[in-house]
């Protein structure tokens, strides 16, 4: 098994490979993920990305600012429960959903 820790930067020694994780909300060690939960933390936040192009389009103002703020706070607790506890799914099936996102085109 491949090290994880150099997919995340040099030096990176917040991973663990515990599973175990106390609940605190302010976690200091994230457990190591499989390269499929790798692959599912790089699309939520493609998907958050492609989201943020079109809030561009918006005009700058109050319900844009919540917009982006709400983006932001989803794909942070995305990204907390996936780097927490493990996930009650297998690998392939991380695949195959990845595999099978719909790509949104305008008509």
């Known amino acids: 098994m491949s090290d994880k820790s150099d997919k ?3 030096g990176e020694n917040r991973l663990t490979p515990q599973t175990d994780l106390s609940k605190s ?3 200091k060690r994230y ?3 499989s390269d499929a939960e790798l692959k599912l933390n790089d699309a939520i936040k493609d998907q958050a ?3 943020e192009v079109l809030y561009n389009l918006l005009p700058t103002a109050r319900y844009t600012s919540i917009a982006y703020t709400e983006l932001e706070t989803s794909v942070m607790y995305a990204v907390k429960q996936l ?4 996930l009650d ?7 195959a959903v990845l595999q099978n996102l719909p790509n949104v085109k305008a008509d």
């Open 8 to 10: 995340l930067g040099a």
């Open 25 to 27: 909300r302010f976690r």
């Open 31 to 33: 457990r190591t993920l």
């Open 49 to 51: 990305a492609k989201l």
């Open 83 to 86: 780097t927490g506890a493990p």
């Open 89 to 95: 799914i297998a690998d392939a099936e991380i695949e």
